[in-house]
């Protein structure tokens, strides 16, 4: 049988559904990318926001009228967060969470059997394992996204990632030097260890993420490099044993949120603006000129227009690499859904504000770039010879590589910028 996969949402989401597949594919079935083609479509979702449901529902609802005959699957963080609205769409045949994803083989096979519609969203139990399927390849990316993190213990009043994802747990360190190995074999050359909240790795087992990164180094593979760290979880014994490992990416995500202390603490977040600058001059003071990209959320519940300039003007110094800026999205259940809530218009004003001023300063670190020397995975042949690409420090690079294929790292001299992209010749 033929089935079909279609991911909203984060990394460790697209680590799952190549997880799924593997695990289907021990099970007979056959991956396409043709959704008319399938017999099964999967629909890994997301529940960070609201949006993201509509549009888990949208493909569902889209997938059924393009191919009636498919068996639809409603799976991840929206059934699991949110049972009773994603168990009401009727045209998911099946609808389960993430608590069941090892057991989709068999929930598909009774559906078949019986062709009874089945809506079953078990809960997250503590002192479950940490699920991993091992595979050879990642499926449309030339970078290889290995999860070696599951689950959330953390109470920010805007998220439903605790509900969505569990407890906190952590793949072994032999399974990730497997992975790894698995990886390098298949010509990967960069390895992104992700997670759910990845900074807790390891919790509980008596080793951190250090270790993880270590196990990760194996022959073969060039560059190991890490998704997202919680600010106030990067201490200076992390930072330190970090920077030992020659392979890691000078390259941070440290989800800000906002650059005002007094939304921070409504946030729920556990940490200052003060101590942000703290971690980030210690990472800067260790590593050799890192970037630094962030998530932002604008318009929170009584952000103020005086609390919205602080937040602006410490973004606006700041000199991000990158933000991911998303206007506040009320969650049911969470505490800020309970809040005086902004005027969406507002809210997603703020949004492009803060957009706009983060590309400010993307540009500016793009036009730094001239003149250095960059590793570029190959990642795209845009034309013949032409690749693009990203450094060791996440930069986007477009270089003339003769001779070059897909997955090669190319040691290359950035000679300009282009359309938000650097331009380079081979070193």
């Keep these: 049988m033929n089935v079909f996969f279609h991911t909203f949402g984060c990394k460790a989401n697209s680590c799952e559904t190549r997880a799924i597949a593997a695990l289907l594919e021990q099970n007979g079935y056959f991956v396409t990318d043709d959704l008319q083609k399938a017999d099964v479509v999967i629909v890994n979702s997301c529940a960070v926001t609201a949006a993201s449901d509509r549009k888990a529902r949208g493909f569902i609802r889209r997938a059924k009228r393009l191919n009636e005959g498919a068996v639809t699957v409603l799976t991840g963080c929206y059934p699991q967060a949110f049972p009773e609205s994603s168990c009401a769409l009727e045209t998911a045949d099946i609808v389960t969470g993430n608590a069941a994803r090892e057991d989709l083989p068999s929930i598909i096979s009774r559906y078949l059997e019986a062709h009874e519609r089945i809506a079953e969203i078990p809960p997250h139990l503590e002192g479950a394992a940490f699920w991993h399927v091992p595979t050879d390849t990642f499926h449309g990316h030339t970078r290889a996204f290995m999860k070696i993190q599951d689950g959330c213990d953390r109470s920010c009043r805007f998220c439903v990632v605790p509900r969505a994802r569990g407890f906190v747990r952590s793949m072994s360190l032999d399974s990730i030097g497997d992975q790894a190995a698995r990886f390098a074999r298949g010509g990967y050359r960069e390895i992104v260890l992700s997670g759910v909240n990845l900074s807790s790795y390891g919790k509980g087992e008596g080793f951190g993420l250090e270790a993880a990164v270590f196990a990760a180094d194996v022959p073969g593979v060039a560059r190991i490099r890490l998704s997202s760290l919680e600010p106030d979880l990067v201490s200076d014994n992390l930072i330190n044993s970090l920077s030992k490992c020659a392979k890691l990416c000078p390259h941070f995500h440290l989800p ?68 991911h800026v998303f206007p506040y999205s009320a969650r049911p259940g969470t505490a800020a859904s309970s809040l005086p809530q902004l005027p969406k218009k507002l809210r997603e004003e703020r949004a492009k504000t803060v957009a706009a001023a983060a590309e400010i300063s993307r540009k500016k670190i793009l036009a730094g770039q001239v003149g250095t020397t960059a590793l570029v995975i190959a990642e795209k042949e845009t034309s013949d010879g032409v690749f693009e690409g990203y450094s060791e420090r996440y930069i986007p690079v477009e270089v003339r590589a003769k001779g070059a294929k897909v997955k090669d790292l190319v040691e290359s001299v950035i000679t300009g910028v282009r359309g938000g992209v650097c331009t380079a010749k081979v070193k």
């Design 256 to 323: 800000l949120q906002s650059g005002c202390d007094k939304t921070l603490a409504s946030m729920g977040r556990l940490y200052s603006v003060k101590d942000y600058e703290r971690v980030v001059s210690k990472l800067r003071g260790a590593f050799d000129t890192p970037t630094f990209t962030t998530d932002v959320i604008a318009g929170f519940p009584n952000e103020s227009d005086e609390d919205f300039r602080e937040s602006l003007d410490f973004i606006s110094g700041f000199g991000f690499l990158k933000c």
